[in-house]
């Protein structure tokens, strides 16, 4: 029997977030979408990044996020992106590191710059993204190690890297060293615009049963079922997805999985600061909850208690140790 | 009448802060004194850097955070430091001027890369720093533009910075154009080890009256002076140096100004999450008050008010408008 030395091993976009301070006429006279990600490319990224109000720069990238709410559980996490070899590719390099995170893949001096979010919180706590991918769309089959995949027992896919050919390729290779392995696979669908670009072939690995666990929202569901309403679109889904879970922001979540649906509401919080990473942290726990066979019911609480913590707090990324948070859930 | 259109005029390091959080244990194997700086080298930096916790990167630099602080204020500043060309100098470069600072100093790549300072904040909310000085020693006079200086009323100068030869050249050409400009020179003492290895040419500058108005807390006056008594050492100066300000941390602080002797309460606060920066912010509020000439009650008051804003989140610059914190006091 392999040796299952990591819970989750996930596949994202390597990327450091710039997040200032913004109000909605700054959203308005850039004609942002208030809660969107959208995706610019470096001359748009200074170009912003000059008319934006002083920031702080922390690691981001959904699955990065998601994988470092993993090893603040307390388990065992590793992550594949790439980075250039710079200043922001070496500080992303250490924060996941310095969290107990394998992160083995090699920087390198011909991908362009690392990739940055250039985040806006607006007053309502809301986050507008703009990504440039730089290097991290850089990643490629190379980066994937079929005997690496083999070690996990949950193989995470961020949505957001299924766009760019190359990282599709390694994330198409890591799966298949999934299916090889018995390694399950999870994937989130992280913006309407990878359903919106990608809908058929979602739908036919759904068929191909590649995918074992997705995560989606209320609009990337109802986009990707083409359904107007949220249960239908994730009972349409769950008809080959063997578990589906929605989340509805301030609502909580619900998770349909063989027969079964679960619902969880959301933490109560002390104060909204920033809602960056609250997806990510809640597929933290979710997935936690499953390389721990805690079951639906518990998987769920343990999300919607890692989502809570993150959005009590500038940046994406836990700052308390949730294993403490969850206290007897995990 | 030269057009005064700064308020503020500092010469400090260029600096952005890599923060995290570390454990008194961390702190002793490291063999690092609490609360205090220390210089280190880029390979030091490196090896220090990869035993840290997950950080956050935000702009710092003792004299840049004062003049963040007068511009949070509604005060016009101006900032003169050496970058490195490079993705640090850059957050650094973006930071200031969002913030409606003049800087113009040329970010170059012949020095090196820009300077951090790895801060290391303890359960305590206190803050241990390591500062690797790179490119931020490498300014020389000829950042220094004497028409520039005299645009300011006030000259303010960052003692960490006296300590490397070209730096302290710079400053001294800054003092110069200050006299004839008749702009006021501001100095903070910044650390005692500034103290211990300057005293002499300190107190040089001060019998030469090129001192108007001096900050230390209690450890650097008393060194400065030689006295056991923080009281006893700041008269001692005040009797070469116009005006006096003394902090002493949660005791609040104290100014001696011709003859008068003024203290001011430390402003009550809700949490004390990092003392990154209070010092910083103390002289931005007193200087704001002195370049509004509102006299030394309400300087030491908005000195206060200043301060208390910034140990309250993590960094070394405001996070609030200061204006608005500060109400009528400005």
């Known amino acids: 029997m392999t040796d299952r030395r990591l819970d989750v ?38 170009r912003l990044y000059q008319a934006m109000r002083p920031a702080r720069e922390l690691s981001g990238g959904s699955a990065a996020n998601t994988v470092a709410g993993i090893a603040s559980l307390g388990l065992k996490g590793g992550f594949i992106g790439q980075l250039a070899d710079d200043q922001l590719g070496e500080i992303f390099a250490h924060d996941i590191r310095s969290l107990g995170v394998e992160f083995e893949t090699p920087l390198r001096s011909d991908v362009g710059a690392t990739a940055r979010c250039l985040i806006l919180v607006t007053p309502d ?3 507008t993204m703009n990504t440039f991918l730089g290097a991290a769309q850089m990643l490629g089959p190379e980066a994937v190690d079929a005997a690496h995949v083999a070690h996990a027992k949950i193989l995470y896919l961020e949505g957001y890297l299924w766009d760019p050919q190359s990282p599709r390729d390694a994330m198409m290779k890591a799966m298949d060293a999934a299916r090889s392995a018995g390694t399950r696979i999870a994937f989130t669908l992280s913006d309407s615009f990878v359903v919106d670009r990608h809908r058929e072939q979602l739908w036919h690995l759904f068929r191909d049963r590649r995918i074992d666990l997705l995560f989606a929202n209320e609009a990337e569901i109802m986009s990707l079922a083409e359904h107007e309403n949220s249960e239908a679109a994730a009972l349409a889904v769950a008809a080959e997805v063997p578990t589906v879970v929605v989340t509805c922001s301030e609502k909580g979540a619900f998770a349909l999985s063989k027969g079964e649906r679960v619902t969880v509401a959301a933490e109560p919080i002390r104060e909204l600061v920033d809602t960056t990473g609250a997806g990510d942290l809640f597929a933290a726990g979710f997935l936690a909850g499953e390389a721990r066979a805690l079951g639906l019911e518990r998987s769920l609480k343990l999300a919607a208690i890692c989502a809570a913590e993150v959005i009590q707090h500038y940046g994406a990324r836990p700052e308390a140790d ?9």
């Open 9 to 46: 091993l996930a596949i994202g976009n390597a990327i450091v977030d710039v997040i200032a301070d913004a109000d909605d006429a700054f959203l308005s006279r850039e004609g942002m979408h208030k809660g969107a990600m959208r995706l610019i490319d470096e001359a748009e990224a200074h």
């Open 125 to 127: 706590a809301q986050r």
């Open 322 to 330: 949730l294993r403490a948070v969850a206290g007897d859930v995990v």
